[in-house]
């Protein structure tokens, strides 16, 4: 053995990737048959990085960690300055007094309601919502601004034809937080319902962009879906027109992602 | 072994969902790497992650092969970090006693081989321990053996993270994995595990 195990260890260190067969290559290579203390020595190493990429530590960011961080990114991407501490302190106390409100309807509710389509809670919050707070603004980038502040996800404010903007509120669904956007149509309300998925805020049953119907108590649910979020829009329109308002946010939704695809709204009438 | 994968991003490229989905995907590995980088801190761990993200987000409209996301991101939360620490006047990009190629050699040379850890300590012993070795780490050391072991970058993904060259990257590793391994070999025989081979 001619070359030293330092070198033959250097040249052969099994982190590298892949190396071009040369000279050197070729004699650490006969060094290493000869050799069982750097076999040994190599063996080593793979195994101490196998363990440390096994069982080293890899824990989860806190919800709190990540709700934050989606808080941040979400004032970045609407352009709220972050120094509007104030005006914030203040909305967080009327958010978390409509959170709580919610909360406690929510226990109310979900005590008699076990049997029911999950679905049905998007009517209930809808009902409810005529007793909420939030903001009120018919300004789709104050509304917009609102729920980024306070929401752990992208929230797009489509504007629906025939539909006039009046505001936005928080939703606790299965403890998740969600947002509402409150929408008038010739008197009548429209909520445009965004939460997290989870156990209890099932997602339609179909993929693609299927939207699921359901109606309780005069008010029809169109929901659909993307990964990770129901959307839902309720009110007391004709099924068939939340149907087709349903089919048009998701193509805004699409179109907000994909670029512009003009001519659909006005297809679209609430009578 | 535990697998890292890369989703494709189902938004379209540059948009702020698509930038959310890719951050959503990778934000528990982000946070594990900012909290070693801080040293187990985690208020630290929380204001770099976010400091990063709003890098990220400022460039994602850059990112053109969705694919290299992770890197991507990682680059960016590593870079932050070594900003933050030379803003700190540390000098975190280079180590003092950085080996040269000589050196590396004869460190190598003078392996001794040992048992192996996991032989004498249960999986969430180990993992404690490698948490704890790891964070006791100098820090230059630490970022590439979290970068490399940990995560599974490859030797030349953590150098071009950390800006160094690919034989530094290499002597760190090694000297990481000799004080972990020396380290949780002085804690199994403080927990009376011990067994020589």
Sequence with gaps: MTMSCGKARRLLW?????????PEIEAAERHLVECEECRAFLEEMRHLARITHEVGPRPPAPRAVRDRLFQTVARARTGSPGAKQQAAARWAVVAATIVLAAGLAW????????????????????????RGEGIVSSDTAVVARWLASRLPFAMDVPTLPNLELRGARLCIMDGRRGGVVEYTAGGRSVSYFVVPSGPAVRPPARRGDDVRVASRE????????EPGLVHALVGD???ATLVELARLCMAKMMAFLDGPRPGREAAVTTN | MRQTRTKRIRSAPGSSRAFEELLSEHVDALFGTAL?????????????LQDAALRAFEG??????ETAGRAWLFTILVRTHFNRARAGRRRAESVSSDLDEAAFERALN??????TPEDVLSERQLAERIGAALDALDHPLRAVVHLVDVEGFSQREAARMLEIPEGTVASRLFRARRILRDRLATTARELRLWRPL
């Design chain 1, 237 to 239: 329109l004709p099924e």
């Design chain 1, 14 to 22: 099994p982190d590298a990737g892949p190396r071009a067969v040369t």
């Design chain 2, 60 to 65: 994602f409209a850059s990112l053109r092969e």
């Design chain 1, 218 to 225: 005069g008010y029809h649910v169109a929901a659909w879906q």
């Design chain 2, 36 to 48: 070693r980088l801080c040293g187990g801190h985690q208020a630290d761990a929380e204001d770099l």
């Design chain 1, 107 to 130: 226990v109310w509710g979900s005590r008699r309601a076990a049997e029911r389509d999950p679905i049905a809670s998007f009517a209930d919050d809808h009902m409810r919502a005529t």
């Design chain 2, 110 to 115: 003078d392996w001794q081989p040992a048992a």
